[in-house]
């Protein structure tokens, strides 16, 4: 991929400023609205994508991602999709720029929503919102992690984003889709002892979104995969009263949890029952009282 700091395009539109991070996706850049006021600039984050040497499929799946990413980004809580301008060589996708980063920079390194319900409880409820309109919209993430939620520099104004293993087909073959430690056991496969054959994506979405909940009210993750393998995990389904022990929460998200964390997927908490749960609470946290003891 070459640098494209300094470039201008989309017909002297937008100027690619300088990278704001990189992966195997490609690269994303701070990017001018040269066509805004001097004193009121318009900056979007622009990610560059190359088409040269890509196989038919991989350049289908591109197109995918931002055709489904698309589909999702009126929701005030899915980072929103601006267009798309294309060359022989690249792909270049304009969204929103969040000046907040990620939520995972959020939860470890500013630690913005230790002990704070208000803010923990809103950044839940909105993350709900948001992954409850992709499936109502027939798109399904399959890549939930905090590294995958970008918001705003309190903590809040949540964005879904990261659209690249994302499906609209309510089930799925494809094992191993997503991040270890955020993968159902159905997600998972045959590690976790499943002999399904196919899993379906909504439920999965729902296991991945409970253990970033667990981050966010804790700091901490669950497990480092929902299989056979994992201690933690074992132990886990022994005894899901353990989780109390383990990780700071309140009864009332204990309770939740473990109707999240259910090996059958289809007898999982629903989004609209789980957003429910989560509204009644009075708090997110363990009691100072039950720290000490």
């Not at 991989?58 to 601006?82: C, G």
């Not at 059958?264 to 629903?270: F, G, H, K, Q, S």
């Amino acid at each position: 991929m070459p640098d494209f700091t300094g470039r201008v395009i989309d017909d002297g539109r937008l100027e690619l400023q300088w990278v704001l991070g990189s992966g195997s996706y490609g690269v994303v850049y701070l990017t001018l609205d040269t066509t805004s006021p001097t004193h009121d600039p318009i900056y979007y984050a622009v990610k560059c994508l190359q088409k040269a040497g890509l196989t038919k499929e991989q350049l289908a799946a591109q197109f995918r991602e931002i055709e489904l990413h698309k589909r999702v980004s009126a929701h005030p809580n899915v980072l929103t999709y601006h267009r798309l301008y294309e060359e022989r060589n690249f792909l270049f996708v304009v969204l929103d720029l969040c000046h907040g980063g990620d939520l995972f920079n959020a939860i470890k390194e500013r630690r913005l929503y230790h002990r704070n319900d208000r803010l923990a409880k809103t950044a839940i409820l909105q993350l709900i919102d948001a992954l409850s309109s992709c499936h109502d919209a027939g798109v399904f993430h399959r890549d939930l992690k905090p590294e995958n939620i970008l918001c705003g520099p309190d903590g809040l104004d949540i964005r879904l984003a990261d659209f690249g293993l994302a499906t609209d087909r309510y089930t799925s073959r494809e094992f191993g889709t997503g991040s270890l430690f955020y993968m159902s056991p159905e997600c998972i496969g045959k590690g976790s002892g499943s002999t399904q054959t196919k899993y379906s994506t909504r439920h999965s979405d729902i296991w991945s979104l409970g253990v970033i909940m667990i981050n966010i009210i804790t700091g901490l993750t669950m497990w480092r995969s929902a299989s056979k393998t994992d201690e933690a995990f074992n132990h886990f389904l022994c005894n899901p009263d353990i989780i109390r022990s383990t990780h700071p929460i309140s009864k009332g998200v204990a309770d939740i949890i473990k109707r999240i964390f259910i090996v059958n997927p289809l007898a999982r908490i629903t989004l609209p029952e789980l957003r429910e749960e989560i509204v009644k609470l009075d708090t997110l946290f363990m009691s100072e009282e039950d720290l000490l003891q």
